[in-house]
């Protein structure tokens, strides 16, 4: 029986798997409504189900969040876009500001920094009619999303609530505010998500997180693991992706010290900057969304080419992920403890280009993954100093051929986790 699905969150920030749930119901004759803020002028050509029929879109106008509003202080005091190399002037000072003011930002907002999407959301839905839908899903990232669900569940109790997360509210690692806010906000995450009829999350992790701060009366729990497909990026080998002879090597997110040590993380990446230079190939490091000054100062030992940028819009993401020679993902090597430590190595697979992955300790799901992909590289960084010198000298020498001979590595589901199962998974919890 064909359903309707009501989806409250901002579009621009939609992970890569509600995106792909909403083509394969859509495909399937599901009629699907998403309640957001205005979608990016790039979101349109990201996807390709925003025409179909039976997609619908509330438009709630255009939103920024606190932290957009201030990023143009920020850029007038740096002077420029991101510290690049060894430069430890001005920029440097930026890079130590600028997660002061952000924690600052996060912990005077609430719940979060979507202050504006939360105020006309929840405007747009007071006179909202949402009896003839048959399934509510709420998603974040931005706990807001749950927030304004929350207050529909509120007035139409028989709806079928699903809150989806990907990152949890309270006690989420890159959301660094004060033990005090911390509490408050697992007692209001509490009070929110307990309404929902079910929970989705990506990990077993983050279900025993959610167990914690849900306690014992709470919605059933389902783990919906991540999958990833492609949409409409289709190439040729090597087309348009010659970067002239230089190598760029690239990472996405956060780094938490506390999780890869940066000593040996930075031993790793000179070293493989001198195999590249050693075969007369320039190199740069590209960090995007991370603003670790132990990294930053680890990395300005090295004398290697780096440069750190602000987070970019998904779509962004994507192509530079496709564009980039090499993309980087850190593990831990506790299988599932950081929750989320892999969902970067799902959007790589995605991207179809060489992946290194510098680990402490291999866990299962990465091994897994090595072993049914020929582009992944792993190098633990407790193996000995001949493994890790010949595993860098091999991926060097696949570098250099893929300058010349660009290869497109297949992008298909990982094992069972196609778009498919996940999406009738999602609508089978209900």
């Known amino acids: 029986m064909c359903k309707k699905i009501l989806i409250v969150g901002n579009i621009n920030h939609f992970t890569p798997r509600i995106t792909s749930y909403c083509f394969e119901w859509l495909k399937v004759g599901h009629e699907v409504y998403v309640i957001s803020p205005e979608m990016g002028a790039n979101i349109l050509t990201e996807v390709d189900f925003f025409d179909h029929k039976n997609f619908h879109f509330y438009n709630l106008g255009p939103t920024k969040s606190a932290l957009e509003r201030i990023k143009q ?3 007038y005091f740096s002077n420029s876009k991101r510290p690049v190399g060894n430069a ?14 952000t924690n600052l930002i996060k912990t ?23 009896s003839k839908f048959d399934l509510l899903i709420s998603s974040s990232p931005y706990f807001s999303s749950h927030v304004a669900a929350k207050g529909l569940k509120d007035r139409f109790p028989s709806l079928y609530w699903i809150a989806d997360y990907r ?11 004060p033990n005090w806010r911390r509490l408050i906000d697992a007692q209001f995450e509490k009070k929110i998500t307990s309404r929902a009829d079910v929970i989705t999350t990506v990990s077993k ?36 992706l010659i970067n002239e002879g230089k190598i760029t090597i690239t990472y996405f997110g956060q780094f938490f010290a506390t999780h890869y040590p940066v000593t040996p993380v930075c031993r790793v990446l000179k070293k493989l900057a001198m195999k590249l230079s050693e075969k007369g190939k320039k190199v740069k490091f590209e960090f995007y969304g991370c ?28 192509d530079l992920q496709r564009k980039s020679n090499l993309n980087i993902f850190f593990s831990n090597g506790i299988d599932e403890a950081f929750g989320l430590s892999h969902l970067k190595l799902f959007e790589y697979l995605d991207a ?3 992946i290194l992955g510098i680990v402490n300790g291999k866990t299962d799901e990465v091994a897994k993954i090595k072993k049914i992909r020929t582009n ?25 051929l893929n300058l010349t001979n660009d290869h497109n590595y297949h992008v298909r589901p990982l094992l069972s986790r196609s778009s498919k199962k996940l999406a009738k998974m999602m609508i089978d919890a209900s």
């Open 205 to 240: 992790a983050y279900k025993i997180q959610l167990e914690k701060i849900l306690g014992i009366k709470r919605p059933k729990i389902i783990v919906i693991p991540s999958g990833y497909r492609s949409f409409k990026y289709n190439r040729k080998n090597g087309c348009g």
């Open 88 to 101: 430890l002037g001005t920029g440097s000072t930026v890079q130590r500001l600028k997660p002061f003011v």
């Open 167 to 177: 990152d949890t509210f309270s006690y989420n690692a890159t959301y660094r505010v």
């Open 291 to 318: 603003s670790n000054m132990e990294l930053f100062e680890g990395l300005s030992k090295t004398n290697v080419n780096y440069e750190f940028f602000d987070r970019i819009p998904r779509h962004e993401v994507r």
């Open 352 to 354: 179809g280009k060489p």
């Open 108 to 130: 005077i907002c609430f719940p979060d920094e979507e202050l504006e999407f939360l105020i006309k959301s929840r405007g747009f839905l007071k006179g909202f009619d949402a």
């Open 376 to 400: 992944v590289t792993l190098v633990d960084i407790s193996d000995c100093a001949e493994t890790i010198e010949k595993t860098l000298n091999d991926l060097a020498k696949v570098l250099i």
């Open 73 to 75: 202080i920020f850029d």
